[in-house]
């Protein structure tokens, strides 16, 4: 009985497929002032449960911003990722718009 040995394309194939899609969230900078780190706001319209009127609710991520390519006001996109800090769950993955008043 021969065995052949794994190659690493059959590993990866097999990983990729259970690993499955990462979160991606798309908000607003609303602060560039720590090191590395930006504070993306979120929109999301949920339709209020009792009263049945769509409401407007806003949460805050802490991202990692490595190159420190995001200002404040930029509209961006985060992914998450492993914690990197006690508050920090995603990482940036690009700036979608820059804001036109910061320039």
């Known amino acids: 009985m ?4 794994q190659t690493a394309a059959t590993n990866t194939t097999t990983n990729t497929d259970t690993r499955g899609e990462r979160t991606i969230l798309t908000g607003k900078v609303t602060s560039a002032k720590m090191e590395k780190t930006i504070v993306v706001e979120v929109v999301r319209l949920v339709q209020h449960p009792k009263y049945h009127r769509v409401v407007r609710i806003t949460k805050k991520f802490y ?8 200002k404040q006001g ?14 920090k769950r995603w990482r940036l993955k690009e700036v979608l718009t820059r804001n036109a008043s910061a320039q």
């Not at 021969?2 to 040995?5: H, K």
């Not at 991202?63 to 995001?70: G, L, N, S």
């Not at 930029?74 to 508050?87: C, K, Q, W």
């Open 74 to 87: 930029d509209t961006v996109r985060i992914v998450a990722s492993r914690p990197l800090s006690r508050l």
């Open 2 to 5: 021969t065995t052949e040995p």
């Open 63 to 70: 991202a990692h911003d490595e190159q420190r390519a995001a």
